[in-house]
């Protein structure tokens, strides 16, 4: 079956204790993105990465790094997490055909206190 | 850089009415443009997505688009709103840059079907 997978899917943490959540993906897509949601601001682009060692920062980069050392994997790392960095994340991923249709993971629901 | 708008962030018809869904962009050249669906404690499912072939796209579950660049818009409509439908909508845009596509969504529209 084709799927973005994340994990966790809950995450409550303090603040300053590093974190990562992970997504990956099995359709052999080249492009992949991280999201947040978060109420009345809809979905924001945090980092994206076009290929294997190609990343590029969206709208809310800050206090976020990723990395993309294999085509199917794109954590998320939050060095030292803060609480406005309490949100709902997307991992997404797409073909980088003509219009970039992306497939979107379940959701990691980060909380820090 | 791109700004979608949304107007109104909550919509409520009757079932079997129409729905009538609004996006508008900021580009001035016609963009991929995209709307997607979300479910209470799920991801995005795409609905439909404009990509210069046809001004009227066609989507699931009955919902269809239409890409006007004159007025910057791609609402989303369905003749016939069916309870399942209730769920937030996104709009978004997506710009070619040189590392890649950038995305950028609208704030949603909460769809509330009265029975």
């Known amino acids: 079956e084709a799927q973005v997978t994340q994990n966790p899917r809950y995450l409550i943490t303090v603040t300053g204790k590093k974190l990562t959540v992970t997504c990956s993906q099995n359709m052999n897509h080249e492009y992949m993105s991280w999201y947040r949601q978060d109420p009345g601001l809809g979905l924001r682009q945090i980092y994206y990465s076009m290929n294997v060692e190609v990343t590029d920062k969206g709208d809310v980069p800050e206090g976020y790094k990723v990395s993309r050392k294999e085509k199917r994997n794109f954590p998320l790392i939050l060095e030292s997490p803060s609480p406005n960095q309490t949100s709902l994340y997307f991992c997404?991923?797409?073909?980088?055909?003509?219009?970039?249709?992306?497939?979107f993971g379940p959701g990691t629901r980060l909380t820090v206190t | 850089a791109q700004s979608v708008t949304q107007l109104g962030s909550h919509v409520s018809v009757s079932e079997g009415a129409l729905v009538l869904l609004r996006c508008n962009y900021s580009?001035?050249?016609?963009?991929?443009l995209f709307w997607y669906v979300q479910y209470p404690n799920q991801g995005l499912q795409l609905l439909l997505k404009y990509t210069s072939a046809a001004t009227l796209v066609k989507g699931i579950n009955g919902f269809e688009a239409e890409f006007k660049k004159s007025e910057t818009s791609f609402h989303l409509t369905k003749p016939s709103a069916h309870m399942s439908d209730a769920a937030e909508y996104f709009c978004?845009?997506?710009?070619?840059?040189?590392?890649?596509?950038?995305?950028?969504f609208g704030t949603g529209t909460s769809l509330t079907v009265i029975p």
């Open positions: 997404a991923s797409a073909g980088t055909g003509v219009s970039y249709e992306q497939y």
């Open positions: 580009s001035s050249v016609p963009p991929y």
């Open positions: 978004a845009v997506s710009e070619k840059g040189a590392t890649g596509n950038q995305f950028y």
